[in-house]
């Protein structure tokens, strides 16, 4: 066999490598080192609450962001906002109405950016109601990984969005209409 024979094998193998180096990978989601953290104001002062991921389809790449896929789905039944009171009337039909809508869903429809710096756009339901919302993303090594280390990642999504906007209008006297979001999620490279 000759080098000219050869040379079509090496560059089709290079190529080959180097398309799967860089297509997307699927990524586990730790739901016991993640949090999904919101803040509401209440009389104005800001107050704390989480709300637990009940499912997550996430296949990110890391080399080209736009081509990564985000599914989350939150469990609004387990939210707790700060003290007993609260978390009821979050719960209730006049704001989340857990019992009609069990869930919450955000699908990513659009990624841009870089891994220091990236918007994720996409649909978020709540209540039944799904409206766009744009959330910035950082992207970063766990603890005690080695640098350039790839497979244990941080996440982290901050943004705001209007409750109203979803029909979330319940107790407009006592909470605002806006909403900060602040969620540090914990993934893990599928088979990393």
Do not use: C, W
């Not at 704390?48 to 790449?61: F, R, T, W």
């Not at 109405?97 to 220091?116: E, N, Q």
Request: charged share 20%; no cysteine.
């Amino acid at each position: 066999m000759t080098k000219a024979f050869f040379i079509p094998l090496i560059a089709a193998g290079l190529l080959a490598a180097q398309a799967a180096l860089g297509a997307p990978a699927a990524f586990d989601l730790d739901p016991k080192e993640s949090v999904v953290g919101f803040t509401y104001y209440l009389d104005g002062k800001p107050t704390e609450g989480q709300m637990p991921v009940s499912a997550a389809a996430l296949s990110l790449d890391l080399d080209n962001i736009a081509a990564s896929r985000i599914d989350v789905t939150l469990n609004p039944g387990e939210a707790k906002a700060g003290f007993v009171i609260a978390t009821e009337a979050l719960k209730s039909a006049s704001v989340l109405d857990v019992r009609d809508h069990p869930t919450i869903r955000f699908v990513a429809r659009r990624i841009t950016g870089s891994l220091s710096g990236a918007k994720v756009s996409g649909d978020l339901t709540v209540r039944g109601v799904t409206r766009p919302v744009t959330l910035t993303a950082q992207l970063y090594r766990q603890r005690g990984t080695e640098v350039g280390e790839r497979d244990h990642l941080a996440i982290l999504l901050t943004g705001s969005l209007d409750r109203m906007d979803f029909g979330a209008s319940g107790y407009p006297e006592l909470v605002g209409p806006q909403i900060d979001l602040r969620i540090l999620a914990q993934v893990d490279r599928v088979g990393g």
